[in-house]
């Protein structure tokens, strides 16, 4: 029964001083501050990319992109083009340009 007691008030202490401790050295838990990434990213007409009435940019890829680039921070530069040739640009190797 003391023996209990004892454990609690040892592992009330504890808490009480990780919380002190957290409290006093807080954690920098924020990236990085460095350069933007850019990514470039083939843009070709689709029900998932297609542009608006005002000619912004609009779809599941896009609004993909968008979140993706909320988490990471890069910068996406949307190459345009037809689905076969950006298609044949990934399989040569080539950079989209």
Not at 19 to 27: D, G, K, R, V
Not at 45 to 56: A, I, K, L, N, Q
Not at 71 to 87: A, H, I, K, N, Q
Request: net charge positive; with cysteine.
């Amino acid at each position: 029964m003391r023996m209990k007691r004892i454990l609690k008030r040892i592992g009330v202490l504890l808490l009480l001083f990780a919380f002190f401790i957290n409290l006093a050295l807080p954690i920098r838990a924020e990236a990085e501050e460095k350069e933007p990434k850019v990514v470039r990213v083939g843009w070709y007409e689709s029900s998932f990319c297609y542009y608006d009435s005002f000619g912004r940019r609009c779809g599941i890829d896009y609004e993909y992109h968008q979140k993706i680039s909320a988490y990471t921070g890069w910068t996406y530069e949307y190459v345009e083009g037809s689905w076969p040739e950006l298609l044949q640009k990934l399989m040569d190797g080539r950079s989209i340009s």
